[in-house]
């Protein structure tokens, strides 16, 4: 029932910009947190960036001012604005739904994945 569809990917080179939009459905997407993870070959899942229902974010060390999260409550989607691309940026980016389960307890939702490749 949650959906999570993303747009945006693609290649660009260093020091370029590129914007990420995630769509939700199947559930009230206003008060819910969302966010944004990536994985790199050989690495782990790490998150990037959150954004709560209240709009409070925070962020990897690695991207602090370099990217921005934002959410359009209208639209039903979180945008992820990354500029001053680095190689080390290059990953499959994820789009990420916490919705609450039960008390204290929350369950994950995952968007399809999209890459993103830094040339150098």
């Known amino acids: 029932q949650v959906q999570l569809v993303e747009s945006g990917g693609g290649l660009v080179q260093a020091g370029g910009s590129l914007t990420l939009s995630c769509t939700a459905s199947g559930f009230i997407f206003s008060i819910n947190d969302m966010g944004w993870y990536r994985q790199a070959p050989g690495k782990q899942r790490e998150l990037v960036a959150a954004?709560?229902?209240?709009?409070?974010?925070n962020y990897a060390d690695s991207v602090k001012g370099r990217f921005t999260i934002s959410r359009d409550n209208a639209k039903n989607t979180v945008y992820l604005q990354m500029n001053s691309l680095k190689p080390e940026d290059t990953a499959v980016y994820y789009c990420?739904?916490?919705?609450?389960?039960?008390?204290?307890?929350?369950?994950?939702?995952w968007g399809q994945g999209t890459q993103i490749t830094v040339s150098s």
């Open positions: 990420n739904a916490r919705l609450p389960r039960s008390w204290g307890r929350t369950n994950d939702y």
């Open positions: 954004i709560t229902g209240g709009g409070s974010t």
